[in-house]
């Protein structure tokens, strides 16, 4: 497993993770979804409901991995860091730094 010292060393190798345009909008679709998921629980004070975020959030990037990229999702050997690539990539694409 490789190492990375911080954020910045290890956001190149997530993108290089994630190089499969139809990986990357179910990434994006997956990551909006789950903005969506946390606003209607807070809004609706949904208890249960909150199960649903992060299968949804997991599970369409998972889809994107498995049947895609044909690699192992960055979430099993890097869970903070591969959330934080989501969050980051997903950013990059709203604002127009990274296409879609």
């Known amino acids: 497993m490789q190492k990375f010292n911080s954020f910045k060393d290890f956001y190149p190798h997530y993108l290089a993770e994630h190089q499969h345009p139809t990986s990357v909008r179910l990434h994006f679709a997956g990551t909006l979804l789950v ?3 946390i606003g209607g629980c807070f809004y609706w004070g949904a208890t249960w409901e909150w199960i ?3 299968l949804v959030g997991y599970g369409f990037a998972w889809v994107g991995h498995f049947f895609f990229e044909k690699n192992k ?3 099993f050997r890097h ?3 591969s959330l934080r690539g989501d969050f980051t990539l997903f950013f990059e694409i709203l604002f127009g730094k990274r296409k879609l």
Do not use: D, K, M, R
């Open 73 to 75: 999702p960055a979430t």
């Open 52 to 54: 649903v975020v992060p």
């Open 35 to 37: 903005f969506l998921f």
């Open 79 to 81: 869970p903070f860091w």
